[in-house]
């Protein structure tokens, strides 16, 4: 089927999935939300560090893999494919570190924060998955400075179509491979990354923000915050829940085309960070 035309099915299929199921789209303001000031009252002397795990307690949640079909190089019918769900929790049997999970500190004022240091974000189509690219590490999600810009690119054969809700309402079409799409984020919270050409495995987040202090956890849990101003602050660990709660299907395929999932898993703690202090606070999943 010439690619043109797979491109014309996947915008009529967006159009027909946003009928009746997605909310509408909010309206665009004159002037995008002015992003706070960084950094312009920030003083390393009155900084210290933060660090820890995050741990899972409890039994380790055994997810289903995804099995999918693609259409077989001869043209002779369809092959199963299988992946690991996106939301899957990674953890060490050993230690029971969380590799991955979200940790964030809130109350920070972005005035007294460091200035943004985080790598560019990314995301990339890839392997019928949806990878978040930032720095040299490839993950499901990303931290995007309140008012960046993301570059996206397919690196699929296949027509995609990138979904965005949550703090961003978009459908972003990608009929041809690194072809690069640029959007810009003018405001703050989770932007749910999904799929609304039919690959509903699909997951991914981008946390738009006014400081830096996000982070993923490494493979034993562990995580870190330097020139973290002084103060009082909720430390926060967050994770994407696996557990599906509805399913959309295509009316004429009946093949499903989305998934819903259950809220997400967030525990946090009150901590206290001191000037020239190593502060040490573990997070446990789920709360």
């Known amino acids: 089927m010439p690619r043109s035309l797979l491109y014309a099915l996947a915008l009529g299929a967006l159009a027909l999935a946003g009928c009746g199921t997605e909310p509408p789209a909010a309206a665009s303001p004159t002037q995008p939300p002015s992003t706070p000031a960084l950094a312009t009252a920030f003083e390393p002397s009155a900084c210290g560090t933060l660090g820890g795990f995050v741990t899972w307690t409890g039994l380790i949640p055994n ?41 964030f500190l809130r109350e920070i004022d972005p005035a007294r924060a460091r200035a943004w240091d985080l790598p560019e974000v990314r995301v990339e189509l890839r392997d019928a998955q949806i990878a978040v690219i930032q720095g040299d590490r490839a993950a499901r999600t990303g931290f995007v400075r309140r008012g960046g810009t993301v570059t996206m690119q397919s690196a699929d054969p296949e027509c995609h179509v990138l979904r965005g809700r949550g703090a961003a309402f978009f459908a972003l079409p990608f009929p041809e491979p690194n072809q690069p799409l640029q959007r810009t984020f003018d405001s703050c919270g989770r932007v749910e990354l999904s799929s609304a050409a039919g690959f509903y495995w699909q997951a991914a987040d981008l946390f738009v ?33 696996w557990v599906v709660t509805r399913s959309e299907r295509n009316p004429e395929s009946g093949q499903t085309s989305r998934q819903h999932y259950a809220p997400p898993l967030e525990s946090s703690r009150p901590v206290v960070v001191a000037p020239a202090r190593n502060t040490v606070a573990n997070l446990t999943l789920p709360k």
């Open 63 to 103: 997810v289903p893999p995804v099995t999918y079909n693609v259409p077989r190089i001869d043209g002779n019918g369809f092959e199963p494919r299988t992946l690991a769900q996106a939301n899957t929790p990674h953890i060490d049997f050993a230690t029971r570190g969380v590799e991955g999970a979200v940790v």
């Open 209 to 241: 923000c006014d400081h830096p202090y996000y982070t993923l956890t490494e493979a034993d849990g562990r995580f870190r915050f330097t020139s973290v101003p002084a103060g009082r602050y909720d430390l926060v660990v967050w994770h994407p829940n």
